[in-house]
Structures are given as structure tokens and as C-alpha cells.
């Protein structure tokens, strides 16, 4: 009888330890899942239009304004040219007459090869101050990248949206102006220049 007793203690005993262990794994596992629901919580959030800020941005309109001057210098350089070409074929077809057939086809040959020359220039220079644009607009999207992550340290934000991403939003949460007003800020003394290769 003592026996029987005994074993039925220790499977009593078995089972309460077995159901202590499964509620704390419960518990356990309760518990590392809020924690991952807590460090995913969003409290704070703001959203940013970026193409507003690249489009209004100073540093973006002084950015076209020099690329402007840029095409009208290289417009101004090719009219010269185009009008120097033109005089040139004017004076060949006055030549074709006093010239003899090879040496009227060599100047026609070397004409078409400066024409083509100054085409190939003409469409470098076009490439040159499309890749100077990109390569500008690149630098001001890093730099207000930057800022936007600037702000959402200083404020404590946990995401920030683009605004072309979010239907529906508070206008308070539009950090928009604050990234215009500091990106203005921050390259109003910056120096712009265009590479030509």
C-alpha cells in the first residue's frame, strides 16, 4: 500500500512539475513574443514629400539655372560653328567647278568628317550636362536623405513615409517644409560646378 501511495505522490508530483513547465514555456514564449510586438510598436511617425523638397529646394534651382547658362555658352559656341560650316559649304559649291573631281570629293570628305566631328561633340556636351543634373539631383536627395534621418533622430520618430506612399495622413506629421528649410540652409554657400569630361 505504501508503495501505491508513493507512486501516485510521484505522479502527482510529475504531473504538477510537467504543468508548471509547460505554463512557464507558455509564459516564456508570451512574453518574448510582446517584446518583439513592443520593439515593432510605431508611436511616432512623420511623412516627407521628397520630390517637393528636391523640386523646391534652392540648391536644386541654382542647379538649373548654371546647367541653363551651360546650354546657352554651348548653343552659342555650335551657332558659330554651324555659321562657319555653312560658309564652308557655300565655298565649296563655289569651288566645284574649279576644282577637279578627286580634289572637289577630298574637301567634300573632309567637310562631312568636321560635320560629323562637331555632331559627336555636340551630342558629348548634351550627355555631360544631363549626367552634371543627375549627378547634382543624386547629391541634394543624399543630403536630404540625410536630414530626414537627422530630424527623425532629434524628434524621435520611429519611421518616416514618403508622402506618394501614405493615402491619408495628419498634416502636423508632414516634416516637408523643416527638410526644405534646412537643405536651403545647409548649401546656401555651396559652390556648384558642372564637369565637363
Excluded: P
Aim: charged share 30%; with cysteine; net charge negative.
Amino acid at each position: 500500500m505504501i508503495n501505491i501511495q508513493s507512486r501516485f505522490l510521484n505522479v502527482i508530483l510529475g504531473a504538477i512539475c510537467f504543468f508548471s513547465l509547460s505554463t512557464f514555456s507558455v509564459y516564456a514564449q508570451e512574453n518574448a513574443a510582446s517584446e518583439i510586438q513592443d520593439s515593432f510598436k510605431l508611436e511616432r511617425i512623420a511623412v516627407v514629400n521628397i520630390d517637393e523638397v528636391l523640386r523646391d529646394a534652392k540648391a536644386t534651382e541654382r542647379v538649373r539655372a548654371l546647367l541653363d547658362e551651360k546650354r546657352e555658352e554651348f548653343q552659342n559656341d555650335f551657332a558659330t560653328r554651324e555659321a562657319s560650316l555653312l560658309q564652308i559649304e557655300k565655298d565649296l559649291q563655289s569651288k566645284r567647278t574649279l576644282l577637279s573631281e578627286e580634289a572637289y570629293r577630298a574637301e567634300v570628305a573632309q567637310f562631312q568628317n568636321e560635320v560629323a566631328s562637331i555632331q559627336k561633340e555636340i551630342q558629348f556636351k548634351r550627355q555631360a550636362i544631363d549626367k552634371a543634373f543627375q549627378e547634382a539631383q543624386d547629391e541634394i536627395r543624399a543630403l536630404a536623405a540625410e536630414i530626414v534621418a537627422e530630424i527623425a533622430g532629434s524628434q524621435k520618430l520611429d519611421v518616416v513615409i514618403n508622402k506618394s506612399s501614405a493615402l491619408v495622413f495628419r498634416q502636423d506629421l508632414d516634416i516637408t517644409e523643416a527638410v526644405i528649410t534646412q537643405l536651403n540652409e545647409r548649401t546656401k554657400n555651396a559652390r556648384l560646378e558642372i564637369q565637363e569630361e
